[in-house]
C-alpha cells in the first residue's frame, strides 16, 4: 500500500508564489511518474505537470513557464514550485505517482485571490 500526502497549499494574491509537496510512503521499491493535478470548482481534474523518474518534465501549456515541478527519489517527494499565481489557478491539487499501479493523495487547496 502507498500513501501520498501533499501540503503547501493556502490563499495567496495574484502574482504570488506557493510551493507544494508531496511524500510518498508505504510498500515502495521504487516510484516511476510522479505528477500533479488540479480540479477547479465546477470543471474537470487537469493535468498540471509531470515527471518522470529521469527527470523528463511535461506541463500544461497553461502553466508553463510559470511552474516547475521536481522530484527527491531518494526520499520519495514531488514538489510543485508556482510563480506569478493567477485566479484561474485556483483549485484543489493532487499529485499522484505511479507505483505498481497509480495512487493519489487526498489534494490540497490552493486559492489564489485577485
Known amino acids: 500500500q502507498v500513501q501520498l500526502v501533499e501540503s503547501g497549499g493556502g490563499l495567496v494574491q495574484a502574482g504570488g508564489s506557493l510551493r507544494l509537496s508531496c511524500a510518498a510512503s508505504?510498500?515502495?521499491?521504487?516510484?516511476?511518474?510522479m505528477g500533479w493535478y488540479r480540479r477547479a470548482p465546477g470543471k474537470q481534474r487537469e493535468l498540471v505537470a509531470t515527471?518522470?523518474?529521469?527527470?523528463?518534465?511535461n506541463y500544461a501549456g497553461s502553466v508553463k513557464g510559470r511552474f516547475t515541478i521536481s522530484r527527491d527519489n531518494a526520499n520519495n517527494r514531488v514538489y510543485l514550485q508556482m510563480n506569478s499565481l493567477k485566479p484561474e489557478d485556483t483549485a484543489v491539487y493532487y499529485c499522484?505517482?505511479?507505483?505498481?499501479?497509480?495512487?493519489w493523495g487526498q489534494g490540497t487547496q490552493v486559492t489564489v485571490s485577485s
Open positions: 508505504g510498500t515502495i521499491f521504487s516510484i516511476g511518474a
Open positions: 499522484n505517482a505511479v507505483v505498481r499501479g497509480i495512487y
Open positions: 515527471i518522470t523518474s529521469g527527470g523528463n518534465t
